[in-house]
């Protein structure tokens, strides 16, 4: 079946650097990705839609200058956390449709990525 | 704005009991539903889904859902759960829109003691 592979799945990183999340769709073609954020004992929320050969589009509150995403092709989309800090530390996880499959085809999620920066 | 409400926040069972998880969303038009599971340690996994049709939906691991138009319910039910249930799941309506978001409730940790 379809599969969102997410990569790193766990990265430390000091405060002030900038952390590069890639979400990839192995076998099927993706035009558009989800960039979710899961707080500890909260549920997901929905950071930005990532749109292949355009510009993201972000949910209230999010800031696109810090979260930055881009969609360079059908199969991957990148999230890089800029100017990390403590209160960024999260897990992030991605998703994506195989609009191959339909309209109504489900979301495959990616495994998520923990974010500790300390 | 679609919204999702998850009542349960913890629940508690033993082996072989019966349980139910509440699902209720804000909507009015028509709705596509989810209940996605994340075991502990794993990524978020489809159980069920209701687009249309039979309001009874029968997922995977002896999971159903039942959509009730009129309470704008979709609750999660399994006859006897098992200690591998333990995990937490989120409901999740599918919003309106050129992107299809899903939306997502804030999720019910289910913990099954043997």
């Known amino acids: 079946g379809a599969v969102v592979s997410q990569h790193p799945s766990w990265v ?9 999340i890639e979400c990839r769709s192995l076998d099927f073609q993706a035009t558009t990705m989800f ?6 004992k909260q549920s997901l929320m ?5 749109n292949e050969g355009s510009k993201a589009t972000y949910e209230q509150g999010v800031e696109k200058d810090k979260f930055l995403i881009n969609h360079a092709s059908l199969t991957l989309s990148t ?22 499959s339909g ?13 500790t920066v300390t | 704005a679609q919204s999702v409400s998850q009542h349960n926040h913890h629940v508690i069972l033993s082996e072989a009991a019966s349980l139910e998880l509440g699902c209720n969303y804000s909507y009015g038009g028509t709705v596509n539903l989810f209940w996605y599971v994340q075991y502990p340690g794993q990524h978020l996994q489809l159980l069920l889904k209701y687009f249309s049709g039979d309001p009874l939906v029968k997922g995977i691991k002896g999971f159903e ?8 319910s979709f609750n999660l039910r399994k006859p006897s759960v098992q200690w591998s249930d333990t995990a937490e799941y989120f409901c999740a309506v599918l919003a309106s829109g050129g992107y299809n978001k899903l939306i997502f409730g804030a999720g019910t940790r289910l913990a099954v003691h043997p």
Request: aromatic share 14%; proline share 5%.
């Open chain 1, 103 to 115: 309209e109504n085809s489900p979301l495959h999620f990616g495994n998520g990525t923990r974010l």
């Open chain 1, 79 to 100: 999230l890089t956390v800029t100017s990390a800090h403590p209160e960024d530390s999260s897990f992030y996880i991605c998703s994506a449709r195989d609009w191959g």
């Open chain 1, 35 to 40: 960039w979710y954020r899961q707080f500890p």
């Open chain 1, 46 to 50: 929905l950071m930005a839609t990532s």
């Open chain 1, 12 to 20: 430390i990183c000091k405060s002030g650097t900038s952390v590069k």
């Open chain 2, 65 to 72: 859902a039942e959509f009730i138009k009129s309470k704008f």
